[in-house]
């Protein structure tokens, strides 16, 4: 069964440093990897999305991910966070099919992200 | 602007009742919608998935007399919460993706208490 893991539940970061969130997922296929983020009473907002091709994947608000086969890991990372960076992020992963066939993501439990102003 | 409208945000109700929320997709015919649930410091769990004209799909654990979907039309999927009780409370999130997509559009969750 599919599964991704995010380790950190709970990070807590001054303005301008600098942020790395672990995600790692457990799949024997091709799948597509994606970091999404909560702000307060918001919905849920795709950051950036990893298909093929470059592993380093870059999304909105300067935040970045690196797609690792051999760890199976998908790392969300900003070199400096905002205080309006303060959210809960989630990994997910979306097992690839052929189009047609309906697909659910998995996501992981979530980082809660505090930056202290 | 939204691309998935989820109604109401939130919802008050007394155990033994029933609660009915909604997810309309705005932009585009949704033939799958899924319905999530997420409870409080932990991920989104997919409890089922909605086929228009069909019926859902319920994963595993998911009572599906408990929580009814109906996806009557390929613009509106509802999820109707059957006597409420207080361990019901819980954030539901929809979601929903083009045919041949490569992103999910989420509703703006539904935060139900029930007293």
């Known amino acids: 069964a599919q599964s991704v893991s995010q380790h950190n539940h709970h990070v807590i970061l001054s303005e301008a440093a600098s942020l790395e969130l672990g995600c790692n997922y457990s799949y024997g296929g091709t799948v597509n990897l994606f970091w999404y983020v909560q702000y307060p009473g918001q919905h849920l907002q795709l950051l950036l999305k990893y298909f093929s091709g470059d592993p380093l994947v870059k999304g909105i608000k300067g935040f970045e991910a690196e797609f690792i086969k051999s760890k199976f890991s998908f790392n969300l990372r900003k070199p400096s966070v905002q205080w309006s960076d303060t959210a809960e992020y989630f990994c997910?992963?979306?097992?690839?099919?052929?189009?047609?066939?309906?697909?659910?993501?998995?996501f992981g439990s979530g980082t809660q992200l505090t930056v202290l102003p | 602007g939204a691309v998935v409208s989820q109604h109401p945000s939130w919802v008050i109700c007394k155990s033994g009742t029933s609660v009915k929320i909604e997810c309309r997709s705005l932009d585009f015919q949704a033939t799958t919608m899924f319905w999530y649930r997420q409870f409080p410091k932990q991920s989104l769990m997919l409890m089922a998935t909605?086929?228009?004209?069909?019926?859902?799909?319920?994963e595993q654990g998911v009572e599906k007399d408990k929580f009814l979907i109906n996806h009557a039309s390929l613009t509106l999927s509802t999820l109707t919460v059957t006597s409420a009780h207080p361990e019901d409370s819980s954030f539901y999130i929809c979601?929903?993706?083009?045919?041949?997509?490569?992103?999910?559009?989420f509703g703006q969750g539904t935060r139900l208490t029930v007293v």
């Open positions: 997910a992963a979306l097992p690839w099919r052929s189009s047609g066939s309906a697909r659910q993501l998995t």
């Open positions: 909605s086929n228009e004209g069909s019926k859902a799909t319920y």
């Open positions: 979601s929903t993706e083009r045919t041949g997509g490569t992103e999910a559009f």
